[in-house]
């Protein structure tokens, strides 16, 4: 009797716990997209992009959009909005941004010009898309069980996109010509000029992909969430620089375990405590990490 | 012989106020030109206004007969000039081998044989190929460095104090490889603080102080003179 009702409840731990490895596999694909956006940006130009939340809800948007609105598949309507999203975030580079580093501006003004600018895209999208909750019309599909998880198709399918941008873009900045110039530009920006690298077209390439990158987390965060406002991007940042400062800023890699590691254990924990906690709980990760490792736990030397 | 790289009474500084003025120097394909002065004199600053880094306030530089004033680095090393700066000379997280790789950047087409050639130069960098850069000892970053700026085949290398905190044997070392770069048909400037080495081992040697040429010679003549022994060597 009593050995059953043990081996029943250890059962029902471990298969909630896996449960917890699930979402938080989800979770993390999602985050690993938007972390390595956010600090592929970083490692070449050196500052932070706080506007980096508001491409992801112009991406969820205009996904929105194309899926809503001009009825085109939900997949196809995502490679659009990130497509797209790739566009401005270059634009904005260009335009904004360009301008105040061309003038040596001091990073504390860049670090206000993205705030203002992170404030002015959110507003941009309320005022044309308005303040209430928007919801894409897909069917999640069917449930898929491994073990005691469950999924929906349309999360594995997060899944692998997630898996297959994480390869691309290890492979991008492993083996080709781009890619490394855009780790020498991460190590050491003077020296890759000297080097002749043309640093104007890889930053270019770094605000594109950064922005593809983030157009298309913030359509896969939005399909996870399932009803999103214009809040979507900015309310997710913090944990995307959880994930980010935890693997190392400007590292690709940290980043993608940064996610791994976050996405886990915001989920895992939500299956013990309040799910309200998840912030909480990326945020101590956040501050252990921060205390004993300020450089971030993946790292060992240089950036990339 | 038409010079390589003509400088023509380059005036350059950092803000306003110039550092370096009016200073000419030559360099002649297949020979080592060696800089020398005081700290402060002004040599870094000079290469590099040379290699567009710097505004140049007047003066001209003429690459290949060419008038490359004021043209930005990638595109001097397109042409044909290549700069290993004294400090931070190498990608530390890269490997070797990709150092060398973005040193062929510009000129991607014969990346292979001139890694193979750059091997060939400083087999250390082979035995350490897929190591990163950040490993490296302070002599072989060096060598990393020159085979980085080699990597673009340049006709022109511009090399600051390249022997700057090296043992005296590494020193040796070092100006080995440099000479052995001018003999490949390479044109050289080295600036440097090891002036008996540089000047035994220059075929030119140009003596800058207070950001103005004072003097220039070959580098026995300049080594024999008093006035110079005294000004550098503590004689
Ligand atoms: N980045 C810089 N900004 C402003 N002044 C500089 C800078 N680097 C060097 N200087 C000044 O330029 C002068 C010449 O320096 P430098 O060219 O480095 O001399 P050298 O290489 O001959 O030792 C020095 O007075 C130095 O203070
Ligand atoms: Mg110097």
Redesign the pocket.
């Known amino acids: 009797m009593e050995w059953n009702k043990r081996a029943r409840r250890e059962s029902c731990d471990v298969s909630l716990l896996l449960m917890g490895v699930g979402f938080g596999l989800i979770t993390a694909s999602v985050l690993a997209i938007a972390s390595v956006g956010l600090t592929l940006q970083f490692g070449v130009t050196n500052f932070v992009n706080f506007a980096y939340g508001e491409f992801l809800t112009i991406g969820a948007y205009l996904a929105y959009f194309f899926s809503a609105v001009a009825n085109l598949n939900i997949w196809l309507s995502m490679l659009l909005a990130a497509l797209l999203t790739a566009g401005i975030s270059w634009l904005i580079n260009r335009v904004v941004i360009q301008p105040f580093l061309k003038r040596k501006a001091p990073l504390l003004i860049l670090l206000v010009v993205t705030i203002g600018l992170s404030l002015f895209l959110e507003n941009g999208v309320q005022a044309i898309a308005g303040p209430s909750f928007q919801q894409y019309v897909t069917a999640p599909g069917a449930i898929v069980n491994i073990g005691p998880m469950i999924f929906t198709a349309q999360q594995l399918v997060i899944v692998g996109i997630a898996i297959v941008l994480m390869t691309v873009v290890h492979l991008l900045l492993k083996y080709t010509r781009i890619g490394k110039a855009m780790r020498s530009m991460s190590d050491d920006p003077d020296l890759a000029r000297i080097s002749g690298v043309p640093i104007q077209r890889v930053t270019d390439l770094a605000w594109l992909i950064s922005g593809f990158l983030a157009g298309l987390a913030g359509v896969v965060l939005a399909i996870n969430v399932t009803s999103f406002t214009p809040a979507l991007g900015s309310q997710f940042l913090f944990i995307i620089f959880a994930a980010v400062i935890v693997g190392g800023i400007g590292r690709p890699y940290g980043a993608m375990l940064g996610a791994l590691l976050i996405g886990l254990v915001t989920e895992v924990s939500a299956m013990y405590i309040d799910s309200a906690y998840k912030t909480v709980v990326a945020f101590a990760i956040l501050v252990i990490v921060l205390l004993f490792r300020p450089q971030g736990i993946f790292t060992s030397r240089g950036r990339v | 012989m038409e010079p390589v790289l003509s400088v023509s009474e380059i005036t350059s ?3 306003a106020s110039p ?2 003025k009016g200073v000419s120097i030559a360099a002649k394909a297949a020979s080592t030109v060696v800089i020398v ?10 290469l ?1 206004a040379v290699f567009g880094l710097l505004s140049i306030f007047s003066g001209k530089v003429y690459l290949k007969g060419e008038d490359v004033t004021g043209m930005p680095p990638e595109r001097l090393v397109a042409r044909g000039m290549g700069y290993v700066p004294q400090n931070r000379n190498v990608f530390p997280s890269l490997s070797v081998r990709e150092n060398l790789e973005i040193g062929a950047y510009q000129t991607p087409k014969h990346t292979s044989e001139r890694m193979e050639r750059v091997y060939l130069m400083f087999p250390d960098l082979k035995k350490a190929m897929t190591r990163p850069a950040g490993t490296l000892s302070g002599g072989q970053r060096n060598m990393l460095a020159m085979g980085r700026a080699l990597m673009s085949d340049p006709d022109v290398l511009l090399l ?2 390249p022997t700057a905190g090296l043992s005296p044997a590494y020193t040796k070392v070092v100006w080995e490889h440099i000479v052995r770069i001018a003999e490949i048909g390479k044109s050289v400037i080295v ?1 440097e603080q090891n002036t008996t080495t540089a000047l035994t081992s220059s075929d030119w040697g140009y003596v ?1 102080v207070a ?1 103005e040429n004072r003097d220039q010679g070959s580098g026995p003549e300049l080594l024999a003179r008093p006035d110079i022994g005294k000004m550098f060597l503590g004689r």
């Open positions: 500084g950092y803000g550092i370096v002065g005081p700290n402060g004199a002004g040599k870094s600053t000079l590099k600051d104090e600036v800058l950001g």
